[in-house]
């Protein structure tokens, strides 16, 4: 009963907020703008998000393997379509998550559930990181002069070090391979905001980039907590209040928004093709990479 009361509120926050969102601004222009979009690069935006999910599914077995889990990184990408299914369609927040667990405490049973929480978390907390880490940087474009974002270098170093004895005491493991896993974490990122860069050339806007990039990277920091079905509400309120401190069209940035969640909604669906499809066969062993 608990699931479905989390199911009923999550879904009761997301109406909540497109009717909150959708309220403040002109539909008619958020229509408009859909309608005259360049239909060729709205298809090619799918491509770079394709390629972040894929680098964020080499970032987890990346990890695994360094903790000797044999997940290959076909095996990897299998398990992170479905997660991405399982976590935009089912009860509770962590769905996707709590769908990795089970499966690799299934297929990896030595290695104890405990380990395996550490990972995932240490998953998160790198994708995390990056985006915190990317959203500064580029925040530091955006209010050139104030003096609360000239601060953001100065926290970079103790910021790293927190990192590193973090990880050092909680998952030593990750330690050699820290490194790649930020690597893969900021492809992750960057291709995302080159798949929204795709969908504000498609609706013909060319200026103010680093200022939607913010938007968008501050509204995924947002969906990290799992208020809504996918972030979907939760983004566009970001977007539209974002769009208001940093003087760029409201209509517009709630548009990228709803364009990106469609994209992030379509490619989930595509996992119910594997949930559907799969027999009992385990998830594929490790292929030396």
Not at 79 to 106: T, V
Not at 242 to 257: D, K, M, Q, R, Y
Not at 272 to 287: F, K, N, Q, Y
Request: aromatic residues 12%.
């Amino acid at each position: 009963m608990m699931k479905y009361l989390k199911w009923l509120l999550k879904l009761s926050i997301t109406v909540a907020l497109l009717w909150w969102v959708f309220s403040r601004i002109d539909l008619e222009s958020v229509s408009q703008a859909i309608d005259k979009a360049d239909k060729w690069l709205l298809a090619l935006a799918f491509v770079p998000y394709l390629a972040s999910r894929i680098t964020a599914a080499v970032r987890l077995t990346t990890i695994l393997q360094a903790h000797e889990i044999g997940l290959s990184h076909y095996g990897g990408l299998h398990l992170h379509w479905i997660s991405m299914f399982y976590g935009m369609f089912l009860p509770g927040g962590l769905g996707g998550d709590a769908c990795k667990l089970l499966r690799l405490k299934q297929q990896f049973p030595a290695h104890g559930t405990m380990l395996i929480t550490r990972i995932l978390l240490w998953d998160r907390i790198i994708g995390f990181v990056m985006l915190g880490l990317l959203a500064g940087l580029i925040g530091m474009v955006s209010f050139y002069g104030n003096p609360f974002i000239a601060a953001i270098p100065a926290l970079a170093l103790p910021g790293a070090g927190v990192l590193w004895w973090s990880a050092k005491k909680w998952l030593p493991g990750i330690i050699p391979v820290l490194g790649r896993t930020l690597l893969l974490s900021f492809g992750t990122q960057v291709f995302q905001i080159i798949c929204t860069g795709f969908l504000l050339y498609s609706m013909g806007e060319t200026s103010h980039w680093a200022d939607y990039a913010l938007l968008f990277l501050l509204s995924s920091i947002a969906t990290v907590f799992p208020l809504s079905f996918g972030g979907i509400g939760v983004r566009e309120l970001v977007y539209l209040r974002g769009s208001v401190l940093l003087g760029v069209s409201e209509p517009i940035a709630v548009t990228v928004s709803v364009l990106f969640d469609i994209i992030v909604t379509a490619t989930a669906v595509t996992g119910a093709a594997l949930v559907i499809g799969e027999r009992s066969e385990a998830l594929p062993a490790a292929d030396g990479h």
